[in-house]
């Protein structure tokens, strides 16, 4: 950058020393960006694991205020879908919750009026299961596993949920296998799962934010953004179809909108919600920055008269029954 006019001499910040060292303060995921290298689906895992330990308990800060058209959070929404399959249980049920986090969705099911009584929860962050152990107390157990490798016993539960984080599953189908593989016959799986990206209204904020996000990254990395590991699979048709093709859920499933909205000043939404998605929190302090000034800056042309914005976020509900054994001729 030239501060100044022609024949300014150029400042130490344009100095290659200060670029070299600008660079070696960003993450390894930013470097392979600028290098433009192909991002494996490894390193998706590796930025959500650095993001969980740097950050945990943020998906429940980003999406607790956020509400549906009956006013439920997708927390609650996700413990009302559970709880209604197994209400009229005899016996006291168990739940558990997959990539558990800090423990908001268990805590939310186990909470309700119902016959599920118990729980675990089950995380591959260390320090998600810290908030998770303070949310739930030293009554709930909690263990290290993810799903495909979940250390719990076959048929173990009487329910299975999973707040957003099917998305993150490298490999779905052995994810659901091992979901399946822990519940009870006839026993329920519930998981509220992000819906893909629609191509948003000119002039919605969501419009306003995916100009804003393009603009920064092609000016900060001169090139587009990576793809995200979001596929057809999350269409409702494609999670359905997903389910069918593992035995334990060979019946289907039913895939409902689940949407919530949020309603916040412009920086407000990006310090609760924004600053918290997996791609911008790789960024540089400063990159984080600049992002958010941009950010704000393009959310207050669309803020109501009460100074807030408001924003749609697309979420679906899936819902499976585990499989009854057939019975012997």
């Not at 390894?28 to 960006?33: A, D, G, Q």
């Not at 016959?185 to 990206?197: D, L, M, Q, Y």
């Not at 002039?203 to 990576?226: C, I, Q, R, T």
Request: hydrophobic share 40%.
């Amino acid at each position: 950058m030239h501060h100044g006019g022609t024949g300014t001499p150029h400042s130490f910040l344009d100095s290659g020393a200060f670029i070299e060292r600008r660079h070696m303060s960003e993450s390894w995921f930013v470097r392979k960006v600028r290098e433009g290298s192909t991002l494996l689906p490894q390193d998706w895992d590796r930025l959500v694991d650095a993001h969980h330990t740097r950050s945990p308990g943020g998906t429940f800060s980003a999406f607790a205020p956020a509400r549906g058209p009956a006013g439920l959070s997708s927390y609650e929404t996700l413990a009302r879908a559970v709880t209604q399959t197994v209400e009229h249980t005899s016996a006291p049920g168990v739940v558990v919750d997959v990539a558990c986090g800090d423990g908001a969705a268990l805590a939310a099911v186990l909470r309700g009026p119902h016959g599920l009584r118990s729980g675990v929860g089950v995380d591959r962050s260390s320090a998600e299961l810290v908030g998770a152990r303070r949310r739930l107390g030293q009554d709930v157990p909690l263990v290290q596993g993810e799903a495909g490798r979940i250390p719990l016993s076959t048929a173990c539960a009487d329910a299975v949920v999973c707040h957003l984080g099917l998305m993150l599953f490298t490999d779905l189908p052995r994810a659901l296998a091992d979901i399946g593989r822990l519940l009870r016959p006839g026993g329920t799986f519930a998981a509220i799962v992000e819906a893909p990206p629609t191509v948003p209204v000119a002039d919605s904020l969501e419009y306003a934010w995916g100009k804003v996000l393009n603009d920064f990254w092609n000016s900060e990395f001169d090139s587009d953004l990576p793809d995200l590991p979001l596929d057809g699979r999350f269409e409702p048709a494609g999670l359905a179809e997903l389910c069918r093709s593992v035995s334990a859920f060979s019946a289907g499933a039913t895939v409902t909108d689940a949407s919530v909205s949020l309603s916040l000043s412009p920086e407000d939404l990006w310090d609760r919600f924004f600053s918290g998605i997996y791609l911008i929190s790789a960024l540089t302090e400063r990159q984080k920055r600049r992002l958010r000034a941009m950010a704000v800056t393009s959310f207050r042309c669309h803020a109501a008269p009460d100074h807030t914005v408001s924003l749609h976020i697309h979420l679906n509900l899936l819902v499976a029954r585990r499989a009854q054994p057939q019975a012997m001729d």
